[in-house]
C-alpha cells in the first residue's frame, strides 16, 4: 500500500507558475511509475507526465512538453510537477498517482495501469 498526498495547487494567472508536490507514504515510491493526471469539468482524467521507476525515463503529453517538468526525490518520498507558462486550458484538478511495475523504464498513460491515486488538487489559471 502506498498514499499519496497532493499539495501546491492554486489559483494563478495565466503566465505564471506552480509546483505541485505529492508526498508519498507506505511503501516506497520507487517501487512504482508515478504520473500526474489532471481532470477538468466534464472531461476524461489524462495523464501529462510520468516518470520511470529507477532510469527516470519521462513522458510528457504534447500540451504540456516545455512548461510541465515532473521529477522524484527518493530520499523526500516526493513527486513534483513543475508548471510554468500556466494556460487557462491547464485548469483542472490534478492527481498523482502510482503504477505497481518491475521494470526500471516503463511508463504509462493508461490511468488504468495506475492501482493508487491522490485525492487531487485543484489548479485555476485566470486569463
Known amino acids: 500500500q502506498v498514499q499519496l498526498v497532493e499539495s501546491g495547487g492554486g489559483l494563478v494567472q495565466a503566465g505564471g507558475s506552480l509546483r505541485l508536490s505529492c508526498a508519498a507514504s507506505g511503501r516506497t515510491p520507487s517501487s512504482f511509475t508515478m504520473g500526474w493526471f489532471r481532470q477538468a469539468p466534464g472531461k476524461e482524467r489524462v495523464c501529462v507526465a510520468s516518470?520511470?521507476?529507477?532510469?527516470?525515463?519521462?513522458y510528457y503529453a504534447d500540451s504540456v512538453k516545455g512548461r510541465f517538468t515532473i521529477s522524484r526525490d527518493e530520499a523526500k518520498n516526493t513527486l513534483y510537477l513543475q508548471i510554468d507558462s500556466l494556460k487557462p486550458e491547464d485548469t483542472a484538478v490534478y492527481y498523482c498517482a502510482a503504477a505497481v511495475t518491475f521494470g526500471p523504464s516503463d511508463l504509462f498513460r493508461n490511468p488504468d495501469a495506475y492501482t493508487y491515486w491522490g485525492q487531487g488538487t485543484q489548479v485555476t489559471v485566470s486569463s
Open positions: 516518470i520511470s521507476r529507477s532510469l527516470y525515463k519521462k
